[in-house]
Structures are given as structure tokens and as C-alpha cells.
């Protein structure tokens, strides 16, 4: 079967760095996707990987291992408005997107 | 209309009652796509459209329907509702045509059936 693993939660300080970490098994590989989903609202799009490395955008950036089937979401400089909840999710070889439950992250001042 | 748009913004519904959640986006995208959310799952896909005048179905289609007369709009219809349909549905869309792909999502609609 499918699966996307992320933690449930995380928590971390105002102005710190957290990591999200996403390990992914599917049937093909068509690229990862960061969404970020605020209580209540819809998911809106954070970032793209399709080949390994490092994607920085701002103060947000992402990894990809396709070898190891692994990505993680960095988060630098953390502000309040960052609480919610992060997905993950795979492209698989339908070009479908498969999607982890998501990592809730409280940021305390 | 910036987006995309889903009405209603949120619904109780008597079991056994036909439901039709409407979708609307102005983006001109091919594809558009009908998720629904439960608390500790992943967004998990019900319909999808790569283009006007086809459809798909996803991972958890049953007791759900879906039309795409046009471009624009993507109604989901339940049929007879039941309290495992309560959830929040999210409609989404995509261009169906860059590397990317990227989905861009509605507001999404709260449906509770009781």
C-alpha cells in the first residue's frame, strides 16, 4: 500500500528553527509537495521537490532523498502566525497525490 | 471571483438527503479535483477531472458523484447521505499541464449528516 509518515505534532519557539520530517512509500514517484493548512482554512502551496537536495524559499526551505524516501520542511526564524499544520504529500505514478495526515506545529513565545 | 469558491460554506444534513456541494474557479485549469478531510487522515481524493467532459474516480468514490459540464465547475453530489459523510470537503484545481502541477484549493464546506 501507500503511506505517508509524519509526525503528529511538534513544538517549538518564536525566532528557533523546526524540522518536519516526511518519509513517503508509493507506487512511483512524480515529485513532493509542502502545503501548509492554517485551523480552519484551506492548504496552500509551501514548496516543490522532484529532484534530491535543498529548495529554499525565504525562510522556508525543503529537502528531498528520493533513494531514501524522505523530505523534510525546514522552518528558520520562527513567527506566531507559522502555527498550523504542515502536509505532506507524494505525486505517485497515476499522478495522483497522496497525502499525509499532516504535522500540527505550535510555536510558543 | 478570485480562485476558487465552494458553497456552501457549511451544511447539517438529514441522513438519507441528496446534497449537491458546488465548486467554481476562474483560473481557466483543466484539471479539478473533490477531497474530503477527516481528523487524523490525510486529505483523501473522491473524484477528479483532468478536462471538461471527463472524470475519475479516487480513492474513496463511493456514495459520491460528480459532472464536469465545463471548465469552470465541479459539483459533487451525494446522493443519500450518511453520517460517515460527514466531513469537510475541499475542491481543488490545477493547471494539468506544468512540471508542477501545483493544486490550488477552495475554501472547503463543513457537511455534518446526522
Known amino acids: 500500500g501507500q503511506n505517508i509518515d509524519q509526525p503528529t505534532e511538534m513544538t517549538a519557539t518564536e525566532g528557533a528553527i523546526v524540522q518536519i520530517n516526511c518519509t513517503y512509500q508509493?507506487?512511483?514517484?512524480?515529485?513532493l509537495f509542502w502545503y501548509q493548512q492554517h485551523a480552519g482554512e484551506a492548504p496552500t502551496f509551501l514548496s516543490y521537490n522532484v529532484l534530491d537536495g535543498l529548495e529554499e524559499k525565504g525562510r522556508f526551505s525543503s529537502f528531498l532523498s528520493r533513494s531514501k524516501g524522505y523530505s523534510y520542511l525546514l522552518l528558520k526564524e520562527l513567527q506566531m502566525k507559522d502555527s498550523a499544520s504542515y502536509l505532506c504529500a507524494v505525486r505517485d505514478s497515476n499522478y495522483q497525490l497522496i497525502w499525509g495526515a499532516g504535522t500540527k506545529l505550535i510555536i510558543k513565545p | 471571483i478570485a480562485g476558487i469558491t465552494q458553497a456552501p460554506t457549511s451544511q447539517i444534513l438529514a441522513a438519507g438527503r441528496r446534497m449537491t456541494l458546488r465548486c467554481t474557479q476562474d483560473m481557466r485549469h483543466n484539471a479539478m479535483y473533490w477531497y474530503r478531510q477527516d481528523l487524523g487522515l490525510g486529505l483523501r481524493l473522491i473524484h477528479y477531472?483532468?478536462?471538461?467532459?471527463?472524470?475519475g474516480k479516487g480513492e474513496v468514490p463511493d456514495g459520491y458523484s460528480v459532472s464536469r459540464a465545463n471548465t469552470d465547475d465541479f459539483p459533487l453530489t451525494l446522493a443519500s447521505a450518511v453520517p460517515s459523510q460527514t466531513s469537510v470537503y475541499f475542491c481543488?484545481?490545477?493547471?494539468?499541464?506544468?512540471?508542477?502541477?501545483?493544486?490550488?484549493f477552495g475554501p472547503g464546506t463543513r457537511l455534518t449528516v446526522l
Open positions: 481543488a484545481s490545477s493547471d494539468g499541464e506544468s512540471g508542477t502541477d501545483t493544486q490550488y
Open positions: 508509493t507506487s512511483g514517484f512524480n515529485g
Open positions: 477531472s483532468n478536462t471538461a467532459g471527463t472524470t
